[in-house]
């Protein structure tokens, strides 16, 4: 059974870059077809897309995030990662990881992990 | 401000049939598949319908979706206490390049 499982820091000072990882386990991340996305929720507040990541190393980027965005497979250590660059306040954010069945179809997510922007 | 447009709230009694409707434009609803997505407080959003009207295995058949147009609906029957939670619609916008998410309905069983 596919798990997906977040890691990195909860807070982050404004300015500097987010950072975080997605271990997948009882599966590979190159599996046929597969994507793998972050999507995020600020607190109180609704879910947003931030890119996919494809088994090939193509991506898709949120438009309105594209110039901070980088999602990027390692599949050495079955894992996807992503850095957002420039952080705000409104950044703070429940970060998902998911796996997409299709561009915009998550089927399998992380549990979440909290991100604070904060000096 | 989303580009897809959910009521903010909708509420039924145990075994009523409720819909939710994500209302977009041409550009996503209108041209692609609508997924629906349910999200009970505290954990991760359960994908429930995609591509307009298929459910992922352990999805029970009383959530089903539907599209006319550039507007989508998810349709609860047989209301239950567990349906309570916020839902939301997303669909990739061919304008945007973006996947978009409604702004969520949260529902209420009373």
């Known amino acids: 059974q596919l798990q997906l499982q977040e890691s990195g820091p909860g807070l982050v000072k404004p300015s500097e870059t987010l950072s975080l990882t997605c271990t997948v386990s009882g599966g590979s991340i190159l599996s046929s077809g597969d994507y793998w996305a972050w999507i995020r929720q600020p607190p109180g507040k609704g879910l947003e897309w931030i890119g996919n990541?494809?088994?090939?190393?193509?991506?898709h980027y949120n438009p309105s995030l594209k110039n901070r965005v980088t999602i990027s497979l390692d599949a050495s250590k079955n894992q996807f990662s992503l850095r957002l660059t420039s952080v705000s306040a409104a950044d703070t954010a429940l970060y998902y990881c998911a796996r997409a069945l299709a561009v915009d179809a998550f089927d399998i997510w992380g549990r979440g992990t909290m991100v604070t922007a904060s000096s | 401000q989303s580009v897809l447009t959910q009521p903010p709230s909708a509420s039924g009694t145990p075994g009523q049939r409720v819909s939710i409707s994500c209302s977009g434009s041409s550009s996503n609803i209108g041209t692609n598949n609508v997924n629906w997505y349910q999200q009970v407080p505290g954990a991760a959003p359960r994908l429930l319908i995609y591509s307009i009207n298929e459910r992922p295995s352990g999805v029970p058949d009383r959530f089903s979706g539907s599209k006319s147009g550039a507007s989508a609906s998810l349709a609860i029957s047989g209301l239950q206490s567990e349906d309570e939670a916020d839902y939301y619609c997303a669909v990739w916008d061919d304008r945007l390049n973006s996947v978009v998410f409604g702004g969520g309905t949260k529902l209420t069983v009373l």
């Open positions: 990541v494809y088994d090939s190393g193509s991506h």
